[in-house]
């Protein structure tokens, strides 16, 4: 077969002058052009095409090619006026869901991440509204409850409960729920729901920015407010108990982020993570339905174990029942005294320091999110194992947003971010095997090149 550049619509090599080709292990062809690089299919002489984009990072530096390489870890080499340019051939475990609609401007930024009731089923939830994830069919709702609509498709937090309602907490038109059974297949505007907000029927909220949610696997249903403190939602009962303090604490004074209830000897104990005052550890009775705070822990310059950071991210217990504490300076794991902290960042091989969420595989792996890549982390006595991925790997993006994830029932872990979600099995995610060539390209003695 003989392929060139034609005219007239039909497709061929994107320009006649081809400096080099390079031929792959599966038969197929990459053509280097001097406008642009095409890839022969040899199955069927089909062609595909790639150019430089202005604006677009991860396209082509230039459309002159002038050579190609491939080196022995699968990666291709592409020589262009415009500087050598990288493409990692190997297949890439991570994919990607995005939430633009088509001809509709939308904020897609992933905020929060949970499991739906049909296994693989996922409700994500984005500045602009709510999204349904079933395998790559992705669905979108416009949330239109009775008040505050304006504000109701701003979201922070999405859960089902064990009952099948699905709970959406929003900044600014308070909680929002509806049963999944009652959501419409097809996606569009969803009114059926009912709020919870400072203006509602009773119950009420004390605000209606709410930060957070947490079930406590007991019928609890914890509530994080930005400047309103704490709602305890009672599932049996309907009833809510507004929780401004814990003792002596003022639980107003700074946005709850993130919660977590766990039992420590028999007592249910409820973490709070706040915006810039650090963890509250708070024991609950449930007979008064009040907390008391146990320990707060915060940042302390230059004392070895503190938090590392007051701003908390996300809060997570891993199957050894350990916590551990995302913050914008660090992962912290709560040592086994409960009184100090082992602290990794970015000197011990994370992307960044800000920590966004955290999440195991079925092997015991810690993964984390940051605001540069996510990265696995595995715990070897005193010493850690730490391997980073970025959007090079194949990842939605290297930004991802605070506690935005979700472990689905396959196995497969979920963070989402500034352009939709990453998913991915752990179990297919493999260390490079193929050790780089070591060559000595200077010897010096006395400060001097010796020959």
């Not at 950071?309 to 914008?328: E, H, I, M, P, Y």
């Not at 794991?333 to 970015?346: C, H, K, P």
Request: glycine letters at 10%.
């Amino acid at each position: 077969a003989t392929f060139r550049a034609e005219t007239g619509g039909t497709p061929g090599l994107s320009n006649n002058i081809v400096p080099d080709f390079l031929e792959l292990p599966d038969g197929n062809l990459w053509i280097a052009t001097f406008h642009g690089l095409d890839l022969l299919d040899t199955r069927n002489n089909q062609l595909s095409h790639f150019f430089a984009q202005r604006g677009e990072p991860f396209c082509l530096s230039n459309n002159l090619i002038r050579a190609l390489f491939q080196d022995r870890s699968g990666i291709l080499w592409i020589g262009t006026d415009g500087g050598v340019n990288k493409l990692n051939l190997r297949h890439k475990p991570f994919r990607i869901i995005r939430f633009d609609q088509p001809g509709v401007v939308t904020n897609s930024i992933a905020t929060d991440i949970c499991n739906g009731g049909q296994p693989g089923n996922l409700w994500v939830s984005v500045n602009g509204g709510l999204n349904s994830v079933s395998g790559s069919q992705v669905r979108h709702y416009t949330l239109v409850p009775e008040r505050l609509r304006d504000f109701a498709n701003f979201i922070t937090a999405v859960w089902r409960d064990t009952d099948g309602w699905l709970w959406v907490a929003t900044q600014g038109a308070g909680v929002l729920r509806v049963r999944e059974t009652d959501v419409p297949a097809g996606g569009g505007r969803l009114s059926n729901l009912e709020q919870l907000c400072k203006n509602s029927p009773t119950p009420r909220i004390n605000d209606d920015y709410v930060m957070s949610l947490f079930d406590s696997g007991s019928r609890r249903l914890w509530m994080g407010l930005w400047d309103g403190g704490i709602e305890l939602y009672d599932r049996n009962t309907g009833q809510i108990r507004h929780l401004q303090a814990a003792g002596q604490y003022n639980l107003t004074a700074f946005p709850n982020v993130a919660l977590l209830e766990k039992t420590e000897q028999g007592r249910p104990v409820l973490f709070i993570g706040t915006r810039g005052n650090g963890l509250l550890k708070c024991t609950f009775d449930p007979a008064s339905q009040s907390l008391q705070v146990a320990q707060h822990y915060r940042f302390s310059a230059g004392r070895k174990g503190s938090l590392s950071n007051d701003k908390v991210n996300a809060l997570f217990t891993d199957s050894r029942q350990r916590l551990w504490v995302c913050t914008s300076g660090g992962l912290n794991l709560l040592e086994a005294d409960g009184q100090s902290f082992r602290i990794f960042t970015q000197a011990h091989g994370l992307p960044s320091n800000i920590i966004q969420s955290i999440l195991e595989d079925g092997e015991g792996k810690l993964w984390v999110s940051t605001q540069n890549g996510i990265a696995s982390l595995q715990l070897l006595d005193e010493d850690v194992r730490i391997q980073a991925y970025d959007v090079f790997d194949g990842l939605q993006d290297n930004f991802f947003s605070n506690h935005c994830a979700a472990r689905l029932p396959s196995g497969q872990l979920c963070f989402g971010g500034a352009n939709g979600i990453s998913l991915f099995n752990p179990s297919n995610i493999r260390p490079d095997s193929i050790p780089p060539l070591t060559r000595i390209s200077d010897f010096l003695l006395f400060n001097r090149s010796v020959p």
